[in-house]
């Protein structure tokens, strides 16, 4: 997901994706953890990095509200 593309969304939904991919990561981390291999570890640098993004996108809304 392209920052533009959340930017498009609202703080909610923004904060309920926020919530699931980081559910997500701990539950691949997990995985990793246990089996020592994942199909794909590439997925967990991409997790970390979309809600770095989403995160920055809520951030930059938080703060456009606060100075309108």
Avoid: C, W
């Avoid at 980081?22 to 997790?47: C, M, S, V």
Wanted: charged fraction near 45%; glycine fraction near 2%; hydrophobic fraction near 40%.
């Amino acid at each position: 997901m392209e920052a533009d593309q959340i930017r498009d969304l609202s703080v909610e939904e923004i904060q309920t994706r926020i919530e699931e991919e980081e559910e997500e990561l701990e539950e691949l981390q997990f995985q990793h953890a246990i089996r020592g291999r994942l199909e794909n570890p590439i997925i967990l640098r991409t997790k970390r990095r979309l809600i770095a993004r989403l995160k920055t996108v809520l951030n930059e809304k938080a703060m456009a509200d606060e100075e309108a």
